[in-house]
């Protein structure tokens, strides 16, 4: 899946005079907190199926 580049379009927008500062201020704090959301759903899944593995009896390793 590729990722759209919402705030390309948004800088554009508001370029043109059609996004104002305060619309264009709280979507580029949207895509952050989206982002970091992210990461941190992905830093969950892997520390959560390590802790499985552990549990289940394999050895600890720091790669996948």
Same mark, same amino acid.
């Given at each position: ?32 907190n989206a982002e970091s959301e992210?990461?941190? +759903? ?7 199926? +390590? ?9 600890l390793s720091l790669t996948k």
């Amino acid at each position: 899946m590729q990722p759209v580049n919402h705030s390309g379009m948004q800088n554009k927008k508001f370029e043109v005079g059609i996004l104002n500062s305060v619309d264009y201020n709280n979507s580029k704090k949207d895509l952050s907190n989206a982002e970091s959301e992210l990461l941190q +759903t992905k830093f969950d899944y892997i520390f959560k199926t +390590t802790v499985l593995d552990f549990y289940m009896g394999k050895p600890l390793s720091l790669t996948k």
